[in-house]
């Protein structure tokens, strides 16, 4: 794979395939700009080096063509914010005017094109689309680590168009970041795994247990595997489908001694939602009525310890619901624990999704070594699978 920073880009066009897939408010006001600030580096490195930018991304979920709500032209004012250079905005990506802007733009220009989801071919991966979305550039930049697992028009099948293709600096961080990850780690080395579902996370960690010492495991994939030890978890999520599968991952971490720690107690509740009873109960007095929604303190004091104590940390999946604050306690603990191991020499690196999401909203994001962009990306790529935008590029 070659690298941006490699490449000769004066009085060239550029197009570049970036992730300005962020969230919106209410106002189309962009409330979360991580994924456009980490374009930056290679967008000031085209335009630094004579060259001009033709920016493409998705945005949202569009389902039937072009919606205001998702138009591209939203992200234009956080963008105008690090980039000085004009920007020009294309109000189609394939359309006559695009390609006439995308023909006559001069070095130190950038032209934001709009969303490639308004076409149902980009997701297809159709050649058709992306050969028209080739005609844009003269180099072809994939800096979409977020996309780079779909094997989508303008996140795989357009590289085949250009002699010329490289990985931007978000991309190259990312792979180079992983790859570290997976295979220089400094022991101890935790991953710690959450979210809802165990069959999200079985192949990973099937992959991870031949390379960590220590497995966390909260959330409410939790339940599925304290079933697995035989505890009672009254009205939990769990998957019945998956118990046998959890109970012989908790087998295999022992043959290969990695030690795997599920929740002592948990936060329950008789309902789903914030208004209902909740209190602190443990495994062995888990009330039959009632669902685990976040880890106890005795669990996170477990935690913490293997934490402080860790070189190497992963950590991908919330502890809890941590979207309802009676429940983020066990998530935003944890997120305050890593930023602190980070501070003591830890290397910590939050997988994306809703942990980048539980790391922002305990305000540690810049207290940890590495904040993903991709959540699905990442785990695929943790799992071993190949990415179509990285094999792409090679």
């Given at each position: 794979m070659k690298y941006l920073k490699n490449a000769s880009v004066k009085d060239q066009r550029v197009l570049i395939r970036v992730d300005f897939n962020v969230p919106l408010n209410g106002e189309y006001e962009v409330t979360d700009d991580r994924r456009i600030r980490e374009a930056i580096p290679s967008i000031r490195y085209v335009l630094d080096n004579g060259g001009a930018v033709i920016l493409m991304s998705h945005l949202g979920r569009p389902k039937k063509g072009p919606e205001?709500?998702?138009?591209?032209?939203?992200?234009?004012?956080?963008?105008?914010?690090?980039?000085?250079?004009?920007?020009?905005?294309?109000?189609?990506?394939?359309?006559?005017?695009?390609?006439?802007?995308?023909?006559?733009?001069?070095?130190?220009q950038v032209l934001l094109l709009e969303n490639l989801r308004f076409h149902k071919e980009e997701k297809k991966g159709d050649v058709e689309f992306a050969q028209k979305l080739s005609k844009?550039?003269?180099?072809?930049?994939?800096?979409?680590?977020?996309?780079?697992?779909?094997?989508?028009?303008?996140?795989?099948?357009?590289?085949?168009?250009?002699?010329?293709?490289?990985?931007?600096f978000l991309l190259e961080k990312e792979v180079s970041t992983v790859e570290n990850i997976l295979n220089n780690a400094e022991r101890p080395f935790t991953a710690i795994m959450g979210?809802?579902?165990?069959?999200?996370?079985?192949?990973?960690?099937e992959k991870l247990l031949d390379k960590i010492d220590y497995l966390l495991i909260g959330g409410g994939m939790a339940y599925t595997f304290l079933r697995a030890k035989g505890y009672q978890i009254g009205t939990s999520l769990l998957e019945k489908d998956k118990i046998a599968m959890?109970?012989?991952l908790i087998k295999l971490a022992r043959r290969k001694d990695v030690i795997i720690l599920t929740p002592i107690d948990s936060v329950v509740s008789d309902v789903f939602g914030e208004d209902g009873k909740s209190f602190i109960a443990r495994n062995e007095d888990f009330p039959p009525d009632m669902m685990g929604l976040d880890i106890g303190p005795a669990t996170f004091r477990a935690f913490f310890d293997v934490i402080m104590d860790s070189k190497t940390i992963l950590?991908?999946?919330?502890?809890?619901?941590?979207?309802?604050?009676?429940?983020?306690?066990?998530?935003?603990?944890v997120a305050q624990a890593i930023a602190e191991a980070t501070k003591t020499g830890a290397f910590t690196l939050i997988g994306g999704g809703d942990s980048a999401a539980a790391v922002k909203k305990s305000k540690v994001e810049?207290?940890?070594?590495?904040?993903?962009?991709?959540?699905?990306?990442?785990?695929?790529?943790?799992?071993?699978?190949?990415?179509?935008?990285?094999?792409?590029?090679?």
């Open positions: 205001d709500k998702f138009s591209l032209k939203h992200t234009l004012p956080t963008l105008k914010k690090y980039i000085s250079s004009e920007i020009l905005f294309a109000e189609d990506c394939i359309g006559d005017a695009a390609f006439e802007a995308s023909q006559s733009l001069q070095a130190g844009h550039g003269d180099i072809y930049v994939n800096d979409a680590f977020g996309t780079a697992h779909r094997a989508h028009a303008s996140t795989a099948t357009i590289a085949q168009f250009f002699e010329e293709k490289y990985a931007g979210g809802a579902k165990v069959s999200d996370k079985i192949a990973i960690i959890a109970a012989s950590w991908n999946g919330p502890m809890g619901v941590f979207e309802m604050d009676k429940f983020a306690t066990g998530t935003e603990a810049d207290q940890v070594s590495y904040v993903s962009t991709g959540g699905g990306a990442l785990l695929e790529y943790l799992e071993g699978k190949t990415l179509p935008g990285v094999a792409a590029l090679s």
